[in-house]
Nanobody, 124 residues
């Protein structure tokens, strides 16, 4: 079993930055990938980014457009978010998927373990 704990959310003004952290513990495997998803009230869950356990490959949602960067350092995965917009507001959650098939990384239903989420609010 894998445990995930997110942190780093908060209130930020438009144009600002936040760095989210996802700390993993428990049993992990080299074929795990870690993804970030977000969900705003009334909206469906949306893929943000994913990274392979090796950290070599990363994948992003279309809306990111170079503003976010996912990275990994040991058992922690980070999501650096720059140039934040009000529409980036939502609960951000990290999750693991045990698969090397990158086409699966975009679908939250394929992920196995989830953290509790951290709130990001972008507002002036």
């Amino acid at each position: 079993q894998v445990q995930l704990a997110e942190s780093g959310g908060g209130l930020v003004q438009p144009g600002g930055s936040l760095r989210l952290s996802c700390a993993l513990s428990g049993r992990t495997f080299s074929d795990y990938a870690v993804g970030w998803f977000r969900q705003a009230p009334g909206n469906e869950r949306e893929f943000v980014a994913a990274i392979t356990w090796s950290g070599v490959r990363s994948y992003y949602g279309d809306f990111v457009k170079g503003r976010f960067t996912i990275s990994r350092d040991g058992a922690t995965v980070y999501l650096q978010m720059n140039s934040l917009k009000p529409e980036d507001t939502g609960v951000y959650s990290c999750a693991t998927i045990r698969s090397r098939l990158s086409s699966r990384y975009y679908n939250g239903d394929d992920y196995d373990y989830w953290g509790q989420g951290t709130q990001v609010t972008v507002s002036s």
